[in-house]
Nanobody
């Protein structure tokens, strides 16, 4: 089992920055991909950043590319999401997630087996 615990959410004005953290506990062997998802009100949960857990390669949707950066500690027990130039549209609950399916990092939330409880990010314009 893998347990994920997010922290670092809060309220910020548009144009500001926040850094989210995700502490990773449990049996981390076999994790292939980790991601940050966002659930905004009345929208589907969407992946905003993905990272190949061992190789470190990353991917982002166009909506956050150039503004968000996903990274991990050298010991691979903490995942981060640096969010810059925040917009009101970035408001939502941010979740850390992991999957052990190999091959490629999935974008579909249904492919992720492990989830944190989420942390709220509110961006005011």
């Amino acid at each position: 089992q893998v347990q994920l615990v997010e922290s670092g959410g809060g309220s910020v004005q548009a144009g500001g920055s926040l850094r989210l953290s995700c502490a990773i506990f449990g049996v981390i062997d076999g994790i292939y991909c980790m991601a940050w998802f966002r659930k905004a009100s009345e929208k589907k949960r969407e992946a905003v950043a993905m990272i190949n857990y061992m190789a470190g390669s990353t991917a982002y949707p166009d909506s956050v590319k150039g503004r968000f950066i996903v990274s991990q500690d050298n010991d691979k027990k903490t995942l981060y999401l640096q969010m810059n130039s925040l917009k009101a549209d970035d408001t939502g609950i941010y979740y850390c997630a992991a999957h052990k399916k190999d091959g490629y990092c999935r974008r579909n939330d249904g492919d992720y087996e492990y989830w944190g409880r989420g942390t709220q990010v509110t961006v005011s314009s």
